[in-house]
């Protein structure tokens, strides 16, 4: 996807977006932007006003009504263009998506065993189908049976294909993909209309977006604000009145319309849209604008070791006897309890005997029972048919293990695994029921840049926890390595949740990232749970984001997205408030100068004309709308830092930006309207 996405704006896309301004001017869209449907009426009432100007007296010149008519218009029709612009990159991006959501024809396994043709729109969930070298895969799905390669390109732009294969980590297919090599099995997991791609499509085009938390109360302020200044100026009227000042209502409206925060009303969805596009376009796929949102709240992240911080291959690189035991030996357990471990850990231990032209004799697995690597347990192996129990794993789970059959530990056992520990290796203990013939010595490396990143992270007062599976000083040499601030060793699955939960307790918002089925419930527990596209589909279910590039570090970035989405809107927002004392001080002294000359002080503009100032305020407040729509869409700039340096600093920029900009763009646009009246 990445190469037929979007990345700029085209022609067509603006022009569609013009195209949705003037549709969207249907008041029955308006309504639900508050702000901008208060300026909708007053340019209506301007209207009739400018039309039949003899049915509402003699209220102001023609001329000046039909001025301020056309650029409330504008107003209107430049904040429908922010939105509609935001809105039409989604639409750009889900074309190219329904490009590869193409119907195609199916080999259903049947009741019988035998396979049938139907076309892929009639699979339903919990179907069986079989797809074979060049065939695409017809619906999302789990390998059951098989391995295969798969190209994902269609949803990833990743061109390299990946591995997928029934049981463990890899076994999500999804629908779209192409099968390069071999033949899978594949149970369907959603029905029509219900897939990965289908929901992808919906999210992009943002017909299932919905209003954030945060948006929503920013949404009830902007409410507030406008009902306090249509009190305030509808109450100006009668107060002028008495005065013996005549206040046309076209006047009055061009106040109210320049005091309501009609800036951050008219880019309010423009930000949000623009917010959950910057994650798609990062290739994560949020499932809800909320998620994206509360990824910029977050306090505390919670990361896994391997594969997150490390490049996760991590792979056997040396044996090492026990103290009595021969090379020859270890080599041979080793590999026992390796030939049927399909995971990348397993796997090297064989290559690595391969590499060092081990012998090994494969006799002795002929009916044994392969014993699979489980977390819980932190070991793999194999069940001989001579009742022999051959192991691997985690050191301590073996001592303990072996301890529990009444074995003895090598007295050397210790000082070796430590000293791989130390060094940031993973080992693991090798043992036949109560014996421990060595040590394997999984070598895994911390990605570069890590400690940067989680400096940056520290800056926004984000707190990161690595939790491993892997023992105490492993785990403490990665994480010093890493500059992590806290890590948790020897963790099962359920304390992740644990630790989630904990957090959580204290009133933290916390992110990880997971990929496994034992991530699962720690990902729908944490407030962003990011599941890689290659891990499970109970994974990637149970998760609010899905990264499509499988690259667990990309939670950082994902962070950062969410507080530049928050951000942006806090600045626009102060932004758009502050403008009203530069328009204020337009537009008051040029309504009473008149009749109350001592009003005249307030004119700090030295603005032309009564008339002049008005109609450049309306202006400015009008055109400073597109002016920022390229903010809106790319976010303020983002440093990292805490949050409350974030607000000085935005509130300075922003807010003092804010008070000084119009002075200057309202005095430039008086300038120039001054010439005409
Ligand atoms: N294939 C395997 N066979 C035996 N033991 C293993 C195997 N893979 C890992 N182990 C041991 O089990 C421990 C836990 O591994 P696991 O992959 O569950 O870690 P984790 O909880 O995902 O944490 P992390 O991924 O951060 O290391 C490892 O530290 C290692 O000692
Ligand atoms: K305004
Ligand atoms: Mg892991």
């Known amino acids: 996807m990445n190469n037929t996405r979007t990345k700029v704006m085209s022609k067509e896309m603006v022009n569609q977006a013009l195209k949705d301004s003037f549709i969207k001017l249907n ?3 308006m309504m639900r932007n508050p702000v901008m449907f208060v300026v909708e009426a007053g340019t209506l009432v301007v209207l009739l006003m400018t039309l039949f100007p003899s049915y509402f ?11 301020v008519f056309v650029i409330l218009l504008f107003t209107l029709l430049f904040a429908n263009f922010a939105e509609a612009l935001a809105e039409g990159r989604g639409k750009a991006q889900a074309d190219s998506l329904k490009q590869s959501k193409k119907e195609m024809t199916a080999h259903k396994v049947m009741e019988g065993g035998g396979v049938q043709s139907v076309p892929s729109t009639d699979l339903r969930k919990g179907d069986i189908v079989v797809v074979t070298q060049g065939e695409m895969i017809p619906g999302d799905g789990e390998v059951i049976a098989g391995l295969a390669s798969v190209d994902e390109s269609a949803i990833t732009g990743e061109s390299a294909p990946v591995i997928k294969e029934a049981g463990g980590d890899f076994s999500s297919v999804t629908g779209g993909t192409r099968v390069v090599s071999d033949t899978i099995k594949i149970r369907i997991t959603s029905d029509p209309g219900e897939s990965f791609i289908d929901r992808m499509i919906s999210l992009v085009e943002g017909a299932s977006r919905q209003k954030t938390p945060n948006e929503i109360a920013l949404n009830t302020l902007l409410i507030v604000l406008t009902l306090i200044f249509l009190i305030v100026v509808v109450t100006l009227a009668p107060i002028a009145k008495y005065l013996g000042i005549e206040l046309s209502v076209p006047v009055l409206i061009s106040l109210l319309v320049c005091l309501i925060p009609t800036t951050i009303g008219g880019l309010l969805s423009a930000i949000g849209i623009a917010g959950m596009d910057r994650v798609t376009q990062f290739n994560v796929l949020a499932m809800s604008g909320k998620a994206v949102e509360a990824a910029g709240d977050i306090n505390t992240m919670i990361l896994d070791k391997t594969g997150t911080i490390t490049f996760g291959n991590r792979m056997a690189s040396q044996l090492i006897p ?15 309890s390796s030939l049927l471990d399909e995971t990348p850990e397993g796997r090297s231990v064989l290559e690595l005997l391969k590499k060092e032209g081990l012998e090994v004799d494969e006799s002795m697995t002929a009916g044994a029972e392969f014993i ?10 194999m069940d001989l ?53 060595g040590l394997i010595y999984l070598k895994d490396t911390v990605k570069p840049g890590m400690k940067e990143r989680f400096e940056q992270l520290r800056r926004m007062g984000i707190k990161t926890i690595m939790c491993t599976g892997d023992n105490p000083l492993t785990a403490a040499t990665i994480a010093r390595e890493a500059g992590v601030d806290d890590f948790i060793a020897e963790s099962k699955p359920e304390d992740k949740i644990a630790v989630i939960r904990k957090e959580q307790a204290e009133g933290k918002l916390v992110a990880m990232t997971g990929d496994g089925t034992n991530d699962a419930p720690a990902l729908a527990q944490a407030d962003v749970g990011l599941a890689m ?28 997205i969410g507080k530049q989405l928050l951000m942006t809107r806090g600045a626009l927002t102060t932004f758009s408030v502050a403008n009203d004392v530069a328009k204020y001080f337009a537009i008051i002294p040029a309504m009473f100068a008149a009749a109350i000359p001592s009003m005249n002080v307030l004119n700090v503009m030295g603005l032309g004309s009564p008339m002049s100032a008005i109609l450049s305020a309306l202006i400015f407040n009008a055109i400073i709308i597109p002016l920022l729509i390229p903010l809106a869409m790319k976010g303020v700039a983002y440093k990292p830092m805490s949050s409350s340096k974030l607000l000085q600093r935005n509130v300075l920029v922003y807010g003092l930006g804010g008070v000084i900009v119009p002075f200057i763009g309202i005095k430039l646009i008086d300038m120039i309207v001054h010439l005409w009246i």
């Not at 102001?60 to 009504?65: I, K, L, P, V």
């Not at 026990?322 to 026992?336: D, F, K, N, P």
Request: proline share 5%.
């Open 322 to 336: 026990a103290r009595g035991e021969t090379l020859a030996s270890v080599a041979q357990w080793a590999a026992v």
């Open 372 to 381: 699979e690597f489980k977390a819980e347990t932190r070991m793999s192996g």
């Open 385 to 437: 048919k001579d009742g022999r129990k051959v192991r691997k794993g985690a050191v301590d789970a073996v001592k303990a293990w072996v301890l529990s059959q009444g074995g003895s530990i090598p007295p050397d056992l210790t000082p070796n695994s430590d000293a791989i520990a130390t060094e940031g290796g993973t080992p693991l203990a090798v043992a036949v029921d109560h014996r421990i013939y």
């Open 27 to 29: 008041p029955a869209f």
């Open 533 to 560: 596209n290659s891990g499970t589909t109970a994974a990637k279910e149970a998760a609010n984001m899905v990264d499509l590039d499988s690259d667990p570090s990309k939670i950082i970035e994902v962070v950062a």
């Open 57 to 67: 007296g003699t209220e102001g010149s023609t001329g000046f009504n039909l001025t």
